[in-house]
């Protein structure tokens, strides 16, 4: 499995789509699977990235497929970033996106470890299944 991202790259955004709650995300992979529901244990593979100027994707920052091991929380109860508890909460299961989360729902105005304050964080996200 390989990340739908890369460092450099740069992204067509007329292709995404925007939510209601303003996270850009463009389906890479369908799936007519089920979506998780709040309270379900999900598993991904995601890599995150900063964004670098409005559409090139910049330095990577994490990746569950560099560890070689999937990531696992309980969906809606603020384990991650609002951002993620949004985008997981729409996807299916077996579908993959890619994301583009601004920052008041990453981490906002707090920087954390290699992740600046305000940033917007793009992330491949392949949700695997539910507990």
């Given at each position: 499995?390989?990340?739908?991202?890369?460092?450099g790259?740069?992204?067509?955004?007329?292709?995404?789509?925007?939510?209601?709650?303003?996270?850009?995300?463009?389906?890479v992979?369908e799936?007519?699977?089920?979506?998780?529901?709040?309270?379900?244990?999900?598993?991904?593979?995601?890599?995150?990235?900063?964004?670098?100027?409005?559409?090139?994707?910049?330095?990577?920052?994490?990746?569950?497929?560099?560890?070689?091991?999937?990531?696992?929380?309980?969906?809606?109860?603020?384990?991650?970033?609002?951002?993620?508890?949004?985008?997981l909460?729409?996807?299916?299961?077996?579908?993959?996106?890619?994301?583009?989360?601004?920052?008041?729902?990453?981490?906002?105005?707090?920087?954390?470890?290699?992740?600046?304050?305000?940033?917007?964080?793009?992330f491949?996200?392949?949700?695997?299944?539910?507990?």
């Open positions: 499995m390989k990340s739908n991202i890369t460092s790259e740069m992204l067509h955004l007329e292709d995404f789509t925007t939510s209601k709650h303003g996270i850009v995300y463009k389906i992979k799936s007519d699977q089920e979506k998780p529901e709040v309270g379900d244990i999900v598993t991904v593979h995601y890599t995150g990235c900063l964004l670098k100027g409005s559409h090139e994707v910049g330095k990577k920052f994490d990746s569950s497929l560099d560890r070689g091991e999937p990531f696992q929380f309980t969906l809606g109860f603020g384990q991650v970033i609002k951002g993620w508890d949004l985008s909460a729409d996807m299916k299961i077996g579908e993959e996106r890619i994301v583009l989360l601004p920052a008041h729902l990453a981490y906002g105005d707090r920087s954390v470890s290699v992740i600046p304050a305000n940033s917007t964080l793009i491949d996200i392949k949700l695997l299944g539910t507990e």
